[in-house]
Every structure is written in structure tokens, then in C-alpha cells.
């Protein structure tokens, strides 16, 4: 299955009365954050500024699927205009209008169930820029936090290492070799394996995906729960 949750689902922003998930984005990073969102139905922002200390709620109907991440390094003009240095959503604009973070990105996967179970994971599959960690308010079931919290930017391969050291790539991304992304011949779980690279970042946060077909031990259930997804959180102690 890998860890992509995108199913269309465009026609569920038609239904009325749905019940609605919490998304809640918290920065404490010691600089500012700019969240992408894709996802189905669009939800009230697709980018924004997060300030240091600050924090945003999202209200998404049952069957959204999508995701979350943060871009950092960022410079955007008075009309919206601009870049960022990771994560970049290639829209130009604060607004990532319907575009996906380039690689490297952390990612927070989310797809919420009509009248059943959510699906939710944290995936460095597209490689890593920044700590993440999401945590389920209220719901039923296993409901278990997810993320990785640990600086896999200090621990980054060199071969893999972006300059200037914010983010750390994936050996798909670095290398392009169909074993690393799980292409071709790789294409399935039986063939595609983690790789040496993909273990540093399962070693590091072993709750994640590291590779496509990481679903057994990285993609998390809940029913009926609300989400908060922190940048930067603090480390266990």
C-alpha cells in the first residue's frame, strides 16, 4: 500500500452536516514554520505562517484524506509571494494552491473514515526537514501518537545531506535507484526491502515510515479523533 493515503474523495465536500475532525498545528520551533496542506476537500488554507509559540486549528469533514507539512527558510512579499529553502510547495505563493512539498519533507498523512476507522502515519519516506509529532485528542481504539521527534538532520548520511544541512534526502531521491524507491522490479513488498539508508531513519524514529512498504509497524487507527500535529516537539526525556 505504501504510505500514500491520497484517495479522491472530492465529492464528500458536497455532504452537509458531516462530522468533523480537529486538525491542530502547533509550532515550537525556535524559528517560523510555514505549513503546506494538500488534501480533499480543501480545507480553509492550503500554506500559512506559523509563527514561533503560535498555533492553528483546521475543521476537516469525515473522508478527508491529505496531508500536512512544514516548510522552513522561507521569504514571501507583502502580496504572498515567494520560497522557501525546504519543503518548498512550488506554488510561488503562501498558498501551496493544490501542490504537494518537494522532497526532502515530514510528512503527517491523515484519512479519515466515514463512520469508521481513521488512518494516519508520519512518513520520511520523501525524506526529513523537520521534527514532528502527531497525538490523538479523544476517539476510540489503538489511537497511539505517532512521529519522529529525534534530528534526523544531525544524523544524515553525508551522500544524503541537502547543503546547508536543513533537511536530509531519501536514497530514491538521492540516487534514483529502483531498489531505493521501490520501482520496476522493486515494485511490491516482497521485492522492494529497507535499504541501509532507509534503517538510519527507522533506527532514529521507529514509529515512521522509512520506505514505501513500511506500512506494519508506521500506519496508525483511530475512530472519531481530533489531531494535533507539533513541529519541533519537545524531546522525550
Known amino acids: 500500500m505504501a504510505s500514500l493515503f491520497f484517495i479522491s474523495l472530492t465529492f464528500l465536500s458536497f455532504l452537509k452536516g458531516a462530522t468533523c475532525a480537529t486538525f491542530t498545528l502547533i509550532n515550537k520551533c525556535d524559528y517560523t514554520v510555514w505549513p503546506g496542506i494538500l488534501g ?29 507539512w512544514g516548510r522552513t527558510g522561507c521569504t514571501f512579499d507583502t502580496s504572498g509571494h515567494g520560497s522557501c529553502s525546504t519543503a518548498d510547495c512550488g506554488s510561488s505563493q503562501l498558498e501551496c494552491n493544490g501542490n504537494s512539498a518537494a522532497p526532502p519533507a515530514t510528512l503527517a498523512e491523515f484519512t479519515l473514515g466515514s463512520g469508521s476507522q481513521d488512518f494516519y502515519d508520519v512518513s520520511l519516506v520523501d525524506g526529513y526537514n523537520l521534527p514532528m ?7 476510540s481504539g489503538e489511537c497511539a501518537s505517532t512521529g519522529c521527534v529525534a534530528d534526523l538532520n544531525r544524523k544524515c548520511p553525508t551522500e544524503l545531506r541537502v547543503e546547508g544541512g536543513g533537511a536530509c534526502r531519501s536514497a530514491c531521491e538521492a540516487f ?20 541501509t539508508y532507509s534503517q538510519v531513519f527507522k533506527s532514529a524514529c521507529p514509529k515512521s515510515y522509512s520506505y514505501a512498504f513500511d506500512d506494519a509497524s508506521s500506519t496508525f487507527t483511530c475512530t472519531g479523533a481530533d489531531y494535533t500535529i507539533t513541529f519541533c516537539p519537545s524531546l522525550p526525556r
Not at 534514483?176 to 535499504?195: D, I, L, W
Open 40 to 68: 480533499s476537500p480543501k480545507l480553509d488554507s492550503t500554506g500559512f505562517e506559523l509563527p514561533k509559540g503560535s498555533s492553528r486549528s483546521f475543521q476537516a469533514p469525515t473522508g478527508w484524506s491529505g496531508r500536512f
Open 133 to 139: 509529532l502527531v497525538e490523538v485528542n479523544g476517539g
Open 176 to 195: 534514483g535507484n529502483p531498489e531505493y524507491c521501490c520501482s520496476g522490479a522493486y515494485s511490491s513488498p516482497s521485492t522492494c526491502k529497507p535499504s
